[in-house]
């Protein structure tokens, strides 16, 4: 079975760094990590691939230090990554995302899954998993809380709904956007780093990927973030220090003081 993954490299802090001016995020010379939702879905790709044999390929768009969450994949049993990095992807919506994932899986041949995480925790925005399955006229099912089968022809999936669960089947192929409780993503092994460490990551750039500059980038998204503000915190935050007996005692007058009891 042929599996592909997308990634996608995510500020470590809460505390986002925007551009002022394009209100993009500055990724440049920020800490990184792999977005969380995402090792869910590479724990799922690899889980798969014990089961079923084939390959998991994972892809990411983003600048050049991206490749480190590229090799981190590789470590925990993905076979190879691919890198998407050029000046013109900066700035794309989801939509310039998901046409710039979509041409390179294209490029790199269709799988059988494409799995994404649910949402990736910087945008936000839940949309670029759907936006991928549309680009490439496949079907696909979001918020998968488990794979209960799968083979080359379908899968039978647990999706989370506002009400509990459906169980849906989709033929292949096939992209699934999936949740935290799916699985426990296992950590990466000393040999496992050493071969994300050697381990040749591809390279695609714009015109590798042969599509329109105007259709990827800031030039290619539909939307564009006009401004951003942060929230105004509504309550004061008081701290509470001294032995526990002593923040007991404090807390109990605070919350006399608020009338709470
Ligand atoms: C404050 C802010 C607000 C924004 N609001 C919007 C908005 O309303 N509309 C809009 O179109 N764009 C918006 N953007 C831009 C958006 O963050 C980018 O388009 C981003 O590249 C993808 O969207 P996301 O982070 O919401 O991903 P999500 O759609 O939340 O990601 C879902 C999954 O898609 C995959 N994925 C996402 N990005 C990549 C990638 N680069 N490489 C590989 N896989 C990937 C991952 O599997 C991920 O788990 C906003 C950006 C900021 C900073």
Redo the contacts with the bound molecule.
């Keep these: 079975m042929k599996i592909h993954v997308?990634?996608?490299q995510v500020p470590a802090s809460n505390e986002?760094l925007?551009d002022p001016v394009t209100?993009?995020?500055i990724r440049e010379g920020t800490q990184s990590i792999l977005?969380p939702?995402?090792a869910y879905?590479v724990e799922e790709a690899v889980r798969i691939k014990a089961r079923c044999g084939g390959t998991v390929t994972a892809?990411?768009?983003?600048i050049p230090a991206a490749e480190g969450i590229l090799r981190r994949v590789i470590a925990v049993g993905a076979d190879d990554a691919v890198l998407l990095t050029d000046r013109a992807f900066a700035g794309?919506?989801?939509?310039?995302?998901a046409r710039t994932?979509a041409a390179a899986i294209r490029k790199k041949g269709m799988p059988d899954l494409i799995l994404?995480?649910?949402?990736?925790t910087?945008?936000?925005?839940?949309?670029?998993?759907p936006m991928l399955a549309e680009c490439l006229s496949i079907p696909h099912i979001s918020d998968v809380a488990e794979i209960e089968s799968v083979n080359e022809e379908k899968c039978t999936v647990r999706k989370m709904t506002d009400d509990g669960y459906v169980r849906l089947e989709v033929r292949l192929p096939a992209l699934l956007?999936v949740l935290k409780e799916i699985n426990i993503p296992r950590l990466p092994s000393v040999s496992g780093v050493l071969r994300g460490e050697k381990a040749g990551v591809g390279r695609m750039t714009r015109e590798d990927l042969g599509i329109d500059p105007e259709t990827t980038g800031l030039k290619g998204?539909?939307?564009r973030?006009v401004s951003?503000e942060r929230p105004v915190p509504a309550r004061e935050t008081v701290w509470i220090e001294g032995t526990p007996e002593a923040q007991a005692g404090q807390l109990k007058a605070l919350l006399r003081e608020e009338k709470i009891c």
């Design positions: 997308c990634v996608k986002t925007l209100h993009t995020i977005n939702f995402d879905a892809f990411t768009m983003g794309s919506d989801t939509l310039a995302t994932l994404c995480g649910k949402m990736a910087d945008g936000d925005t839940a949309q670029v998993g956007t998204s539909a939307t973030v951003t």
